[in-house]
């Protein structure tokens, strides 16, 4: 097992709400990046957060955003939910941006 | 854009028999890292093993090994004396170190691996 943890392990909530998820990093790990897992696909890349700023981003419009705290944890945030957001969403952390990624266990997230 | 191919969807092996995953990938970067992951039903996304591009010579890691073709762009995993706990989904991902995806993960669908007794 990593020293990644998330929270919460499932969530659900209607379309149009707001949502936050947490990450916690592995002891060292100064970057942390958040992919989605639609059912059945690979996890997608949403961005990645560098000594607290944003340092890439993938194909995601705005209301994905994220927040990477002194401590090196993250959160990432999605407002005004859509049916298509249901999905595990999961955070890797990793000692520097080109680093080995470790995964946390994922956030099941239902959007009704 | 880089993309990642996992031709086959579905596979099976007897406990204690070889299987071998297949990857293809396509890329006009020349440095770059290659991973395998396992998620089992509990979903966890696990490091199999990692590839340099650099390094000529095939990673290993206990049972788990590596067939890198570069010109080719072709990563294979090996997975010998198959265990029932191999059981999982194994993704193939790649990493561009200097280009402008640098630092993110791009997946292939993966292959579901079922390790019958």
């Known amino acids: 097992e990593t020293g990644v943890t998330q929270s919460p392990t499932h969530l659900i909530k209607t379309r149009g709400q707001q949502v936050t998820l947490r990450c916690s990093s592995q002891?060292?790990?100064?970057?942390v990046s958040w992919y989605q897992q639609a059912l059945g696909q690979g996890p997608q890349f949403i961005f990645q957060?560098?000594?607290?700023?944003?340092?890439g981003r993938g194909n995601f419009p705005p209301r994905f955003s994220g927040l990477q705290f002194p401590n090196y944890s993250s959160e990432l945030n999605v407002n005004a939910l859509e049916l298509d957001d249901s999905a595990l969403y999961l955070c890797?952390?990793?000692?520097?941006?080109?680093?080995?990624?470790?995964f946390g266990p994922g956030t099941r997230l239902l959007v009704l | 854009a880089q993309t990642v191919t996992q031709s086959q969807p579905e596979m099976s092996v007897q406990e204690a028999e070889t299987v071998t995953l297949s990857c293809t990938y396509d890329?006009?970067?020349?440095?770059?890292?290659l991973f395998w992951y396992k998620q089992p039903p509990s979903r966890q996304m696990i490091l199999v093993i990692r590839?340099?591009?650099?390094?000529?010579q095939n990673a290993t890691e206990n049972r788990f090994s590596v067939n890198f073709q570069k010109a080719a762009k072709s990563f294979s995993l090996k997975i010998s004396d198959s265990q029932l706990g191999d059981t999982a989904m194994y993704f193939c991902?790649?990493?561009?170190?200097?280009?402008?995806?640098?630092?993110?993960?791009?997946f292939g669908k993966g292959t579901k691996l079922s390790v019958k007794p």
């Open positions: 890797a952390t990793m000692d520097h941006p080109q680093g080995t990624q470790y």
């Open positions: 002891s060292g790990h100064n970057t």
């Open positions: 957060y560098y000594r607290e700023e944003e340092n």
């Open positions: 890329t006009s970067e020349s440095n770059y890292y």
């Open positions: 590839q340099e591009a650099y390094k000529q």
């Open positions: 991902a790649f990493m561009d170190l200097y280009g402008g995806s640098q630092g993110n993960l791009i």
